[in-house]
């Protein structure tokens, strides 16, 4: 059984920085194929950070201003936002792809290919 549970979500104002964290347990998930989403009320499922094998990828709304990060020893998962935005404003979810995802030289970018999902965690940006 995958369990996938966050932290770090919050209230701060514009320009501000929060540490989200993703821990994750079990082994059948798959520790490359792991990324970042976003829902905001009324919005779909956005992809804001993903990593695989070769490395990471970003929407181009938080480029230079999040970085997603992994600890395999500690089985978790970290986004470090910084410059928050109040259009950053949503629920935050990590998810993790299937232990047979392959995700070596591209990344699983659509929600749809990852099957495990933590419970998210909100993130409120004010101006």
């Known amino acids: 059984q995958v369990q996938l549970v966050e932290s770090g979500g919050g209230s701060v104002q514009a320009g501000g920085s929060l540490r989200l964290s993703c821990a994750a347990s079990?082994?059948?998930?798959?520790?490359?194929?792991m990324g970042w989403f976003r829902q905001a009320p009324g919005k779909e499922r956005e992809t804001v950070a993903v990593l695989f094998r070769r490395g990471t990828h970003y929407a181009d709304s938080v480029k230079g201003r999040f970085t997603i990060s992994q600890d395999n020893a500690q089985n978790t998962l970290y986004l470090q936002m910084n410059s928050l935005k109040p259009e950053d404003t949503a629920m935050y979810y990590c998810?993790?792809?299937?232990?047979?995802?392959?995700?070596?030289?591209?990344?699983?970018?659509?929600?749809?290919?990852?099957?495990?999902w933590g419970q998210g965690t909100q993130v409120t940006v004010s101006s």
């Open positions: 079990g082994y059948t998930y798959n520790q490359d194929c």
């Open positions: 998810a993790a792809g299937a232990e047979t995802s392959w995700c070596y030289w591209s990344p699983l970018y659509e929600s749809y290919e990852y099957k495990y």
